[in-house]
């Protein structure tokens, strides 16, 4: 397990992020694993999860970011965003996930983002445009609390 003080988006009025130093409170960490299809001796498919030590193009990756609030205070407004990994398909349908196609200029749920096309028209964004992905800590993250957040993806 991989632990790590990541960069924290303050939430901006307009739905637009600024980055800023995550608070020495928030404590991240980082696993990935690849999710194994196999079907049982009654013809049912099973899936487990095996750590990532090498992952390669086709492998279905899950990658999980627990955090937890070792502060005395409670923070408010805060966002955990990750770049997402190269040339990897990110599979963006949670409720609760906005995604970046710029790099985290700008952020929005995966369904509502159109990119304009080389011929003056827009067409819907697909996941190999997402750049990063950020979620929303509960307000307020209370000091001990911890949570999870997760997403899957297919490396190309």
């Given at each position: 397990m991989k632990k790590a003080l990541l960069a924290l988006a303050a939430l901006g009025a307009a739905g637009m992020a600024r980055a800023e130093t995550a608070p020495a409170a928030i404590r991240l960490d980082t696993q990935m694993f690849?999710?194994?299809?196999?079907?049982?001796?009654?013809?049912?498919?099973?899936?487990?999860?095996?750590?990532?030590?090498?992952?390669?193009?086709?492998?279905?990756?899950?990658?999980?970011?627990?955090?937890?609030?070792?502060?005395?205070?409670?923070?408010?407004?805060?966002?955990?965003?990750?770049?997402?990994?190269?040339?990897?398909?990110?599979d963006l349908n949670a409720p609760d996930l906005e995604i970046s196609v710029d790099g985290g200029a700008h952020w929005d749920r995966f369904d509502h983002i159109w990119l304009p096309t080389p011929l003056g028209g827009v067409r819907r964004a697909?996941?190999?445009?997402?750049?990063?992905?950020?979620?929303?800590?509960?307000?307020?993250?209370?000091?001990?609390?911890t949570g999870r957040f997760s997403y899957r993806t297919t490396l190309r």
């Open positions: 690849v999710e194994k299809v196999t079907t049982d001796i009654n013809g049912r498919a099973r899936r487990t999860l095996a750590i990532a030590a090498r992952p390669a193009p086709g492998d279905r990756v899950v990658m999980v970011l627990n955090w937890r609030n070792e502060g005395m205070h409670p923070i408010r407004s805060f966002a955990v965003s990750r770049a997402t990994l190269r040339g990897a398909a990110p697909v996941a190999e445009d997402v750049t990063h992905i950020r979620w929303l800590l509960p307000d307020p993250a209370h000091p001990g609390q």
